[in-house]
């Protein structure tokens, strides 16, 4: 999930208030903001990471928006479990087995 953040509103280094884990984020935050483009490099067609050198977007900066985009986005909707369905007899797979290498 991509975070609503950019190169012009970059992510606050305090925690949003439905953040879970603030200590978390400052650390997530940190990181985004390093990878980065430099100043220099915000203009330029194909800018590069002011941190790995890589091109921009570089998979760090990706992985640490996703993870912020997650963060401020909610945790996952739960999911129900399936209603666990009757056992299948040993009996039938011996049987199934069977019949195969025949």
């Given amino acids: 999930m991509r975070s609503p953040y950019t190169l012009d ?7 949003p208030s439905e953040v879970l884990v603030p200590s978390l984020w400052r650390v997530q935050a ?28 570089c998979h760090s900066w990706a992985c640490w928006d996703g993870q912020l985009g997650q963060a401020v986005g909610g945790p996952a909707a739960p999911r129900a479990l399936p209603e666990p369905g009757p056992a299948t ?3 039938a ?3 199934v087995v069977a019949a195969a290498k025949s």
Wanted: glycine fraction near 4%; charged fraction near 20%; aromatic fraction near 8%.
């Fill in 93 to 95: 797979i011996g049987a």
């Fill in 30 to 57: 940190r990181w985004w903001k390093r990878h980065t483009p430099a100043l220099d490099q915000r203009s330029v067609k194909h800018p590069v990471c002011g941190h790995c050198s890589q091109s921009w977007p």
């Fill in 89 to 91: 007899p040993m009996r």
């Fill in 9 to 15: 509103n970059p992510p606050p280094d305090e925690p």
